[in-house]
């Protein structure tokens, strides 16, 4: 999902079109919705404390730069 949303940013950035970079707003909330509101539940309900010990060192959508201390 997420390279597709790429794909669609670098096509509103190229074309530089006010209609692409809506298009690409909206995908993106969508992205974020099924995410949030979908997978990561499905994920808790499945894998319980690990993957609340995930979500606590694991940044969401943008990694870190520095490592953890």
């Known amino acids: ?6 794909v669609i940013w670098g096509e509103a ?3 530089s079109n006010l209609g ?4 690409a707003v909206a995908v993106s909330m969508g ?3 099924a995410v ?3 997978e990561e539940p499905e994920l808790r ?3 319980g404390a ?3 010990e995930y979500c606590r060192l694991v940044p969401r959508w943008v ?3 520095r490592p953890r201390t």
């Open 1 to 6: 999902m997420a390279a597709e949303v790429l």
């Open 13 to 15: 950035l190229y074309f």
């Open 20 to 23: 692409v970079v809506l298009y």
């Open 31 to 33: 992205a974020y919705a």
């Open 36 to 38: 949030r509101y979908v």
């Open 45 to 47: 309900k499945r894998f």
């Open 50 to 52: 690990r993957y609340e």
């Open 63 to 65: 990694p870190r730069i």
